[in-house]
């Protein structure tokens, strides 16, 4: 059956939200005002499936994608760029008020740059033993086949073709795979997941396949298959090895904005403790002028910054494994550190911001890509004297409801 809805706005995550029936229906690829038809999702109570928009916003825009609206990866393509990133700086201000956090928010700096360096492709089995490579469909495990994704950094040209012929040999194996791509100074690195144990002939298979598709590097669950040239990203003035599988920022612009925006709220601080550092897009930079203290618990990121904190001209960068979740810094360990940085996965920081409340560190720069857990852990920094200056917003996931953000807090 055909129900006609009016949207009211659109919610956190991208979709338009009606609020008609007294509670939320949620559709996606909906604008404010519009008035659409949607039908029901089974299993779905409170979403609904467009068919069709009756009465289009002046706000929406023609997506540049065939894939969109098919394809999971994009939420928003189809609303004019300005109404888009007053939505997303939105959805900091209304997290933040709702943590009673208050503070000054910078306008929304777009740090989409060349696009994506870095795209995990998922290769499934489709019906009639049809090999499907691409995304995932919106709220679903459907692979939507993909040939081309316009969101992606130049650098992952050809990223799709190796994905489908190394899905292709390995479609004998009947596995759900997953196949993550990064654009390299020396090309493309290759880490596949799921095949589960192969035997030589056809690792060696995969390993042809490499040579053809000119990749840097094919690793298997992070094993060597074949590496043609070490797979190397410039972070400041060092090269960093990248180990298969390890965090690396979303697009080049956005890494360089972060870490533009962690240097200029470290200031002059002598010694920085970068926390969940990863392979060191801070630290590395931060190293220019501050002896670094760098923590993560990510053995193979640790040994490649160990390694690029070698580059000629930067200072001591003392980098540890660490959980920082079940072993976060204490006080005791901060008394040095004249400012700290940290920048936690989604889950946000909670054991560490707990003991920085506690500390005595007269700068910290909070750096997350979740507004929620971001505010949570501010929120215990502010219940431990600190002040909070202004929240600067960063959008490296164009298109999505994701966003970055960077404070400063004093004491
Ligand atoms: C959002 S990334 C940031 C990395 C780095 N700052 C960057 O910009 O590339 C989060 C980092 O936290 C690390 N991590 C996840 N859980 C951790 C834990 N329990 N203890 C320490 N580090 C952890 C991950 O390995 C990852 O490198």
Same mark, same amino acid.
């Given at each position: 059956? &055909?129900?006609?809805?009016?949207?009211?706005?659109?919610?956190?995550?991208?979709?338009?939200?009606?609020?008609?029936?007294?509670?939320?229906?949620?559709?996606?690829?909906?604008?404010?005002? !519009?008035?659409?038809?949607?039908?029901?999702?089974?299993?779905?109570?409170?979403?609904?499936?467009?068919?069709?928009?009756?009465?289009? /916003?002046?706000?929406?825009?023609?997506?540049?994608?065939?894939?969109?609206? &098919?394809?999971?990866?994009?939420?928003?393509?189809?609303?004019?760029?300005?109404?888009?990133?007053?939505?997303?700086?939105?959805?900091?201000?209304?997290?933040?008020?709702?943590?009673?956090?208050?503070?000054?928010?910078?306008?929304?700096?777009?740090?989409?740059?060349?696009?994506?360096?870095?795209?995990?492709?998922?290769?499934?089995?489709?019906?009639?033993? @049809?090999?499907?490579?691409?995304?995932?469909?919106?709220?679903?495990?459907?692979?939507?086949?993909?040939?081309?994704?316009?969101?992606?950094?130049?650098?992952?040209?050809?990223?799709?073709?190796?994905?489908?012929?190394?899905?292709?040999?390995?479609?004998?194996?009947?596995?759900?795979?997953?196949?993550?791509? *990064?654009?390299?100074?020396?090309?493309?690195?290759?880490?596949?997941?799921?095949?589960?144990?192969?035997?030589?002939?056809?690792?060696?298979?995969?390993?042809?396949?490499?040579?053809?598709?000119?990749?840097?590097?094919?690793?298997?669950?992070? !094993?060597?298959?074949?590496?043609?040239?070490?797979?190397?990203?410039?972070?400041?003035?060092?090269?960093? *090895?990248?180990?298969?599988? /390890?965090?690396?920022?979303?697009?080049?612009?956005? !890494?360089?904005?972060?870490?533009?925006?962690? +240097?200029?709220?470290?200031?002059?601080?002598?010694?920085?403790?970068?926390?969940?550092?990863?392979?060191?897009?801070?630290?590395?930079?931060?190293? *220019?002028?501050?002896?670094?203290?760098? +923590?993560?618990?990510?053995?193979?990121? @640790?040994?490649?910054?160990?390694?690029?904190?070698?580059?000629?001209?930067?200072?001591? @960068?003392?980098?540890?494994?660490?959980?920082?979740?079940?072993?976060?810094?204490?006080?005791? !360990?901060?008394?040095?550190?004249?400012?700290?940085?940290?920048?936690?996965?989604?889950?946000?920081?909670?054991?560490?911001?707990?003991?920085?409340?506690?500390?005595?560190?007269? &700068?910290?720069?909070?750096?997350?890509?979740?507004?929620?857990?971001?505010?949570?852990?501010?929120?215990?920094?502010?219940?431990?004297?600190?002040?909070?200056?202004?929240?600067?917003?960063?959008?490296?996931?164009?298109?999505?409801?994701? &966003?970055?953000?960077?404070?400063?807090?004093?004491?």
């Amino acid at each position: 059956m &055909v129900e006609r809805l009016i949207i009211d706005h659109v919610g956190h995550r991208g979709d338009g939200v009606s609020l008609a029936s007294g509670e939320a229906l949620y559709v996606p690829y909906t604008l404010a005002g !519009e008035t659409v038809e949607t039908a029901a999702i089974p299993g779905h109570p409170d979403r609904r499936k467009l068919l069709a928009v009756e009465t289009a /916003s002046r706000e929406r825009i023609a997506p540049f994608c065939p894939h969109f609206g &098919v394809c999971g990866g994009c939420a928003i393509q189809h609303w004019q760029p300005a109404h888009y990133q007053a939505w997303k700086r939105n959805i900091v201000i209304e997290t933040l008020r709702a943590a009673r956090i208050e503070c000054e928010l910078a306008p929304l700096i777009d740090a989409h740059g060349t696009g994506r360096r870095r795209a995990t492709f998922h290769a499934r089995m489709g019906t009639h033993d @049809i090999l499907r490579v691409g995304f995932s469909a919106a709220n679903s495990h459907d692979i939507v086949p993909i040939d081309r994704c316009p969101i992606l950094d130049p650098g992952l040209d050809g990223a799709l073709e190796a994905a489908w012929a190394l899905a292709e040999a390995l479609k004998p194996t009947g596995k759900p795979l997953d196949i993550q791509a *990064t654009a390299t100074s020396n090309g493309l690195d290759v880490d596949i997941r799921g095949s589960g144990p192969l035997p030589p002939p056809r690792i060696a298979a995969l390993s042809r396949l490499a040579e053809q598709h000119r990749l840097a590097r094919l690793t298997r669950h992070g !094993e060597l298959v074949l590496m043609r040239d070490a797979p190397v990203v410039t972070m400041g003035t060092a090269q960093v *090895t990248l180990p298969p599988g /390890s965090f690396l920022q979303a697009t080049v612009q956005g !890494e360089e904005t972060l870490a533009q925006l962690v +240097m200029e709220r470290t200031g002059k601080a002598k010694h920085v403790a970068d926390l969940f550092c990863g392979v060191g897009p801070f630290a590395l930079r931060l190293a *220019t002028r501050a002896r670094v203290t760098a +923590m993560d618990n990510d053995t193979g990121s @640790i040994a490649a910054l160990q390694k690029a904190a070698g580059t000629p001209g930067l200072k001591p @960068i003392k980098a540890e494994t660490r959980d920082l979740f079940r072993r976060p810094l204490m006080p005791p !360990e901060l008394r040095e550190i004249d400012a700290v940085v940290f920048d936690p996965p989604r889950q946000g920081a909670q054991a560490q911001a707990k003991q920085l409340a506690a500390s005595k560190v007269p &700068v910290i720069v909070a750096v997350s890509c979740n507004v929620t857990t971001f505010a949570r852990d501010i929120r215990m920094l502010l219940d431990g004297g600190y002040k909070l200056e202004t929240v600067v917003p960063v959008d490296q996931f164009r298109h999505t409801p994701h &966003v970055e953000l960077v404070a400063r807090l004093v004491r």
